[in-house]
Each structure stands twice: as C-alpha cells, then as structure tokens.
C-alpha cells in the first residue's frame, strides 16, 4: 500500500478514534451546559422581550463560568447562600432569602455554587437584546407602575423591578397596561380585575412560582383589589 502509513497503523487509529470521541464529548457537554442559573433550570415562559427559566439550586452544583449575553434578573423563592467566584479567582458567600433580586448585566463572569443545605429554587428573568416598538398609550392614562403597596428595587436604562403586595381593602386605581412586563408570584392569594363598566371578572388564583409574561398591551382602563391572601409579586418592566 502507497502512502505514509501502512494498513497497520491504519486500523490502530481507527480503533483509537472512538476513545478520542468519547474523552472529548463529555468535555463539550459540560461547555455547552454552563450557564448562571440551576443546570436542571427549565424555560416555562417565552416572548419577544423575556426568557423565563425555573429551576432549584443543590449543595454543590455549580454553575459553571460563562459569559452572559443577556441582562439577566434573578428572584429567589426561597433561601439560601452561595459561592460566587470570579474570573480572578476571589470569591464571596452571598445570602439570599425569599424575594431577594440579583441583577446581571450583560457581560458578567461568575460562577455560582449553593454552599447551604437545602436546595433552593429560583425564577431567572433573561432580558433579550431588543428594543421593541412601545404600545401607545392613546388617553394618558396611569400606566401599570407606579401602584399602591410597590416598591421600585432597582432600575437600569431598560428595566424597572417591582415588588407588589395585593392587600386586603387596597383598591388599585384605574389604569391599563403599556409596558412589556413579567413576573413571579412570591404568596399566593386571588385578585380580581373590574372593567369601567362596573364589570367584575372572574377572580384569578395565584400561588407561589406562577409566573407571567405579557405580550399584548390591555388598553381597557380597570381596576385590581385582592378577594382572598396576600398575593405578592415581583414584576419586571420592560421601558
């Protein structure tokens, strides 16, 4: 046989190629499987502004070091403290609890590591880099935020963070909604929407982890207040 290598040295690398493959296949999966969230995270909601993932945290998991391309939201639903290194090797233990907000521009490094006992969930908000065309507002009417019983927790050049509490005799006032916006249940509870004609919807439950994302403006002019609990929220407001 002509050539460089003989029939021998042939079948020797064929027989050596699977083994390559297969030292390097789990190598790339790692690679493709970091991310800055729980690697079991699931994506339960999608939309032209948000990416919604849900997943639970466990001792020990980490996150793996990747580049974020999104702005990225994080709410805990329950508590916890984590590991966070960064690309220069230092690191620091970060406590959250129930409700707490992490925000993450887009660019960061880190890696994050659950370091307490019981395994903790959270709902991550990835902010796609986009900018779409706002719904207009036609009457002027008060838009979603600001409301009664919020607090504004942080805000950027694109987005503002709510957190909501749906009391008992607190009427919301007349508004409608023009702004792209998500959120996640912290309590559980049952609030009702009533048009201007006096028109009352069905009350609508709430429990812990439910999540929206609203793609429509609703430009009806209505009112909210709680029927049952104390619903609560965090809510992210695309501008």
């Known amino acids: 046989m002509s050539g460089r290598f003989g029939r021998g040295a042939i079948s020797r690398l064929i027989l050596l190629l699977p083994l390559s493959v297969l030292w ?4 790339m ?12 995270a699931k994506k339960v909601q999608d939309s032209e502004a948000f990416a919604i993932w849900d997943g639970t945290w466990q001792k020990g998991k980490s996150s793996g070091m990747q580049k974020l391309e999104m702005d990225q939201v ?32 887009k660019g960061t490094m880190v890696t994050k590591e659950l370091v307490s006992d ?23 009417l008060p838009g979603h935020f600001p409301r009664v019983n919020t ?24 508004h409608v909604h023009v702004h792209r916006v998500a959120a996640v249940f912290l309590d ?6 009533t048009s201007d004609q006096g028109v009352a919807g069905q009350p ?3 429990k812990l982890g439910d999540v929206i994302n609203s793609t429509t403006p609703n430009l009806d002019p209505h009112t909210e207040e709680q029927v049952e609990g104390a619903p609560r929220a965090i809510w992210v407001q695309l501008k």
């Not at 559980?188 to 929407?193: M, N």
């Open 204 to 206: 609508f439950a709430r």
């Open 151 to 174: 607090t504004k927790l942080l805000e950027t050049d694109r987005i503002a963070v709510w957190d909501q509490t749906w009391k008992a005799g607190e009427q919301i006032t007349r």
């Open 29 to 40: 999966q790692a690679q493709e499987a970091a991310h800055q969230f729980p690697p079991d």
């Open 24 to 27: 390097l296949f789990p190598s």
């Open 74 to 105: 994080s709410v805990a639903l329950g508590d916890g403290a984590f590991k966070v290194t960064r690309p220069d090797g230092t690191w620091s233990i970060e406590a959250q609890r129930l409700g707490s907000v992490r925000f993450e521009p």
């Open 188 to 193: 559980g509870g049952r609030i009702r929407s």
């Open 118 to 140: 019981a395994p903790t969930r959270v709902v991550v908000f990835q902010i796609k880099n986009v900018a779409p065309t706002p719904w207009p507002n036609k009457d002027g």
